[in-house]
């Protein structure tokens, strides 16, 4: 049995969805592992992970709109804004999403239908650089 850990850079340019299926097939490749499980963890608590339609932007757009109306950023509805009106909001978008995945790998590729893709999902207006680290467990 063999691990890899590798850390991965993510800019985004504010709210939304970021793919990044490509640069977790190329990384699972690189180890040499051909079976096993990978786990991808978001080091933040105001952006998520997701596995999502990869085809289609207006289902990117869809979920966008769907999590304003969700958790909207409303002035003098959260306690918390240190950080401004989008602070407790993408807390809570986090939160009611997912900051870690577990995927499968099988012949060196991470097991994904023909229209799933990656994302790192971006709460926060502002443009960010989040770290994504990926563990990879197997032979």
């Known amino acids: 049995?063999?691990?890899?850990?590798?850390?991965?850079?993510?800019?985004?340019?504010?709210?939304?969805?970021?793919?990044?299926?490509d640069t977790v097939r190329?990384?699972?490749?690189?180890?040499?592992i051909e079976t096993g499980l990978l786990t991808i963890w978001c080091q933040h608590t105001s952006a998520s992970l997701t596995v999502q339609e990869n085809a289609d932007p207006t289902v990117r757009e869809d979920i966008r709109?769907?999590?304003?109306?969700?958790?909207?950023?409303?002035?003098?509805?959260?306690?918390?804004?240190?950080?401004?009106?989008?602070?407790?909001?993408a807390h809570l978008r986090s939160m009611l999403t997912q900051t870690q995945l577990s995927i499968p790998v099988a012949d060196g590729q991470p097991v994904l239908?023909?229209?799933?893709?990656?994302y790192?999902?971006?709460?926060?207006?502002?443009?960010?650089?989040?770290?994504?680290?990926?563990?990879?467990?197997?032979?």
């Open 1 to 21: 049995m063999r691990q890899a850990l590798h850390r991965v850079d993510i800019p985004t340019r504010g709210k939304g969805l970021v793919m990044f299926t």
């Open 26 to 32: 190329q990384w699972v490749a690189e180890t040499g």
């Open 65 to 89: 709109r769907f999590f304003e109306a969700l958790v909207p950023e409303a002035p003098g509805r959260y306690i918390h804004d240190d950080e401004g009106p989008d602070d407790m909001p």
């Open 113 to 118: 239908g023909l229209w799933q893709g990656l």
């Open 120 to 139: 790192l999902f971006e709460h926060r207006r502002q443009p960010h650089r989040r770290q994504i680290v990926l563990h990879l467990i197997g032979e």
